[in-house]
């Protein structure tokens, strides 16, 4: 599942280049950095990313998740800042969906 996840989040980062001003540089692999600090997207980007990742989760595992919950938003390490700590983040959401 975790390779389908990255896929899916690699994906949604590459769907997003037409509209950025510099499309991300995932050479780093699962340590790309997305949002954040060091990250490469700015808030609006963030927010494609987040809706194309859901849809494509919803789209391959059939369970709808939330990825920018009350949760996630006020977790001390943000899920959102690299496609390593989205991936964690979005197989724990499926997990708990397929539990539900």
Sequence with gaps: MKDKVEGIIFAAVDGLSHV??????????????????????DSMSLVSLIVSVEEAVEAAFGVTV???????MSARRSPFTSVASLTEHVMALV?????A
């Design 20 to 41: 950025l001003a510099q499309p991300v540089d995932c050479s780093a692999g699962a340590a790309t950095a997305l949002f954040g600090v060091e990250g490469q997207l």
């Design 95 to 99: 997990g708990e969906q397929a539990h």
């Design 66 to 72: 939330v990825l920018a919950s009350e949760k996630a």
